[in-house]
């Protein structure tokens, strides 16, 4: 016969008393349900052990304590599956999430702490791989089991690693905030580790590449005679500033020695930058006089309507792909090197390193998070020593000598 359950077991947390600048320990009790599992802990108010069993007898005395499963049936739990929580706080939903209003509200109206991206493509992990999974499961029933099978699922589905942290990052945030909230006493994910990411290679283009790509005298042959294209390319070599950042800019914002970059555009319109940043990143003379030359406009640089739009993202990376090609960058090239605008940022960061430019600079001028991402970007090459023998001005000038061109 198996040995039986105590009515109730202890477990402290640290609180702060009404009027108390530091924490004390207050034990906390749990019992259990009509299938042997603990319920949500209940504060005793004890901060002793010997205080609190005497606080929990007395409850049990009373009939007021659930002894566990030996004796009568515990009431209906009022804890809610994760489906109906999440219909109750609108979970991801933007404009009716309490969670995301709650993080809004704390934070500063220039920098939101979270995007209107971030929330609809949370929602759309959680819709699709979060509620068919454990939907239909109570809060406190969610075990740090449950939760590595379902990476092991989503494994199976042919997800990557990185994409699977993305969507547990999305459910943590929810079981998080159940925890802070007091819907249940522990989240199961403060048990549960992420997948290390596979690291992917960061296509880069060379320098000799670069050069013919960027110089002002290919623009009527391998770009199509488009100088808002050339320039969006031109911009983003020598800043390492992401599309989405380019195409936010207006004119205002472009300075003979700088741009002032503060927003990103996308597919939901004008947003914060991926880091939420707002700074001031230095461009040659060059790079002002060669936009100038084409944009007369007010409003958006980067546009094909006068400044009242910007041009789609799309459309300058299929420019870039175009140029590409028509340097003799086929496409099953591009794929195997994986290259696309982005490769700018690459190719940005890792001329500056090679021109011996310190870390930290380097970070400040393309806005890394850390500094493991800007050694995730960089990707030193015995050519790239050879060639590169200072910084920006020196890049500028190499791109206007003479090029030819592969056809």
Not at 143 to 166: F, H, M, V, Y
Not at 366 to 371: F, N, S, V
């Amino acid at each position: 016969m198996g040995r039986r359950k105590k009515a109730f077991s202890l477990y402290v947390r640290r609180v702060i008393r009404p009027g108390k600048k530091t924490p004390v320990k207050v034990y906390y009790y749990r019992t259990y349900d009509e299938r042997g599992r603990r319920t949500v802990g209940r504060s005793t108010g004890k901060e002793t052990v010997p205080a609190a069993e005497e606080y929990c007898h007395k409850l049990q005395a009373a009939g007021q304590l659930v002894t566990g499963p030996q004796d009568a049936k515990a009431p209906e739990s009022t804890i809610p599956t994760l489906a109906a929580w999440a219909a109750t706080e609108h979970w991801w939903n933007w404009g009716e999430c309490k969670y995301l209003r709650r993080q809004l509200n704390r934070s500063d109206e220039s920098r939101p702490a979270v995007s209107r991206r971030y929330a609809d493509d949370a929602l759309r992990d959680f819709k699709h791989w979060i509620l068919p999974y454990h939907g239909d499961k109570r809060l406190d029933e969610i075990t740090p089991k449950d939760c590595e099978e379902l990476l092991t699922a989503w494994q199976d589905k042919g997800l990557s690693r990185k994409s699977i942290n993305n969507k547990a990052s999305v459910y943590r945030i929810m079981l998080k905030e159940a925890e802070r909230l007091g819907v249940i006493s522990r989240t199961p994910w403060a048990r549960v580790e992420g997948f290390k990411p596979t690291p992917h290679a960061k296509g880069i283009l060379s320098m000799e590449e670069a050069r013919i790509l960027l110089n002002p005298a290919t623009i009527g042959t391998i770009w199509d005679d488009n100088q808002l294209y050339h320039s969006a390319s031109l911009l983003a070599s020598v800043t390492g500033m992401r599309l989405g950042e380019i195409l936010a800019l207006r004119r205002e914002d472009l300075f003979p020695d700088h741009v002032h970059v503060a927003g990103s555009w996308g597919k939901l319109g004008l947003q914060p930058t991926k880091t939420k940043r707002v700074d001031d990143i230095p461009i040659p003379r060059f790079v002002f006089d060669t936009i100038l030359t084409w944009c007369a406009w007010e409003g958006y640089l980067f546009s094909f309507k006068l400044g009242e739009r910007p041009a789609n993202g799309n459309r300058c990376n299929d420019a870039l792909t175009a140029a590409m090609e028509n340097i003799g960058i086929t496409a099953e090239e591009r794929t195997r090197r994986v290259l696309s605008f982005h490769s700018w940022r690459a190719f940005a960061n890792t001329y500056m390193r090679a021109a011996g430019i310190s870390g930290e600079k380097v970070r400040q001028l393309t806005r890394h998070a850390t500094a493991e991402m800007t050694e995730h970007y960089s990707a030193f090459r015995l050519e790239d020593f050879k060639d590169i023998a200072a910084a920006q001005e020196q890049l500028i000038a190499g791109i206007q000598m003479p090029t030819r061109v592969a056809r």
